[in-house]
């Protein structure tokens, strides 16, 4: 598509760089506004959502070197911090990011899932926004497809492969973000206990994110399971089972406190 926003003499805008911290200033700009009306001091909501944005980061950029393309990193490791060339899980960044963000919420004495629910539907329309950052690079690519919707990408500065016709599965999880971001803020308004957003969205993502692996072409599938199951079908399952028992032991908790 369009990886290359623009250039200013030896500068170069990526697109996929913009549109990722629009995702990040957008979710923070939201968690911020619920923040409040959680009675949960905006300084805390920036700085918890300064650390994820780091964790985040960290935690995909490692994910993707170590299980997805850890041969060229070793080859080529000054490229290990080139992020803006793409090369990021977001399940790398969501394990980490939830380890970080019970450190600090611990440490600040802060409601654990309420400040959990605050940042769920701001993570969804983020996810959204920043995959059409991966739409544009070219990584997260699909599998070849004869559809009328498939994407066929041309730009030289593209990740993905070119001149062959391939599923937008990029725009698959974007779209999927966006419904999920609009599901959840459904549920806020009916929300019965704390934790119930967070582990609600970790579940959704877990399936939008399994389907969409059977389209994807460029994860290295797992061997001892192969084709057509990946690293992020391994961990998605898991996910998946893991929020269903805390949705259920959150919502006996809140029922016994009645």
């Not at 739409?135 to 500065?157: E, I, K, Q």
């Amino acid at each position: 598509m369009h990886p290359i926003l623009f250039k200013i003499g030896p500068l170069t805008i990526h697109t996929y760089g913009v549109l990722l911290a629009s995702a990040f200033f957008l979710g923070l700009a939201l968690a911020v506004r619920q923040g409040k009306k959680e009675g949960i001091l905006p300084e805390r909501i920036v700085d918890l959502g300064l650390y994820l944005l780091i964790a985040a980061i960290a935690g995909a950029r490692l994910f993707y070197i170590l299980f997805i393309n850890p041969g060229y990193y070793i080859e080529h490791p000054l490229n290990i911090f080139k992020i803006w060339e793409g090369g990021l899980v977001f399940y790398g960044g969501l394990l980490l990011g939830i380890i970080t963000g019970i450190y600090y919420i611990k440490k600040k004495n802060l409601p654990l899932w309420k400040v959990a629910d605050i940042f769920a539907p701001p993570a969804a329309i983020a996810l959204a926004v920043g995959r059409l950052g991966c739409f544009s690079a070219g990584c997260c690519y699909g599998r070849p497809a004869d559809l009328p919707w498939a994407v066929t990408f041309r730009d030289p500065d593209s990740l993905a492969r070119l001149n062959i016709p391939l599923h937008p599965t990029q725009l698959y999880e974007s779209l999927g973000g966006l419904l999920m971001f609009l599901l959840l803020i459904i549920m806020k308004k009916k929300k019965s206990f704390d934790g119930q957003l967070f582990w609600s969205f970790v579940f959704i993502y877990s399936i939008i994110r399994f389907i969409i692996e059977f389209f994807r072409g460029s994860e290295i599938k797992t061997m001892p399971f192969g084709d057509p199951l990946s690293i992020s079908h391994l961990i998605g399952i898991p996910l998946a089972v893991l929020s269903v028992y805390m949705l259920l032991r959150l919502s006996k908790s809140h029922r016994l406190q009645d």
